[in-house]
């Protein structure tokens, strides 16, 4: 079982930057694909940026390609999302997931696929 607990979320002014961090326990997350996907009222969740163990890589949502980097950090068991330039449209609640390499790769870009989810945490940006 792995335990995913973000934080860093709050308000920020448009063109601003926030972080977002997760901490994974449980166990060690270094070999899983993790993501942030985001969620607004009414809509589904929403791929925002992952970093794949599997592939070696990273992938970014078209929408904030550019403007946040996504990272991993402090042992292996944190994951970062760097969010520059912000818009009022990035407002959301935004989840960290998490699932082990062995998950097909063609799927990991879907929130169906994650295991692990952490609580949420609420972006919101200001104009």
């Known amino acids: 079982q792995v335990l995913l607990i973000e934080s860093g979320g709050g308000v920020a002014q448009a063109v601003g930057s926030l972080s977002l961090s997760c901490s994974a326990s449980g166990r060690t997350i270094s070999c899983y694909n993790m993501c942030w996907f985001r969620q607004t009222p009414g809509q589904e969740r929403d791929l925002v940026a992952l970093t794949s163990w599997s592939l070696g890589r990273t992938y970014y949502g078209d929408s904030v390609q550019g403007r946040f980097t996504i990272s991993r950090g402090n042992g292996q068991n944190m994951v970062t999302l760097k969010m520059n330039s912000l818009k009022p449209e990035n407002t959301a609640v935004y989840y960290c997931?998490?699932?082990?390499?062995?998950?097909?790769?063609?799927?990991?870009?879907?929130?169906?696929?994650?295991?692990?989810w952490g609580q949420g945490t609420q972006v919101t940006v200001s104009s």
């Open positions: 997931a998490a699932v082990p390499p062995s998950r097909s790769v063609v799927l990991i870009r879907s929130a169906g696929a994650y295991d692990y």
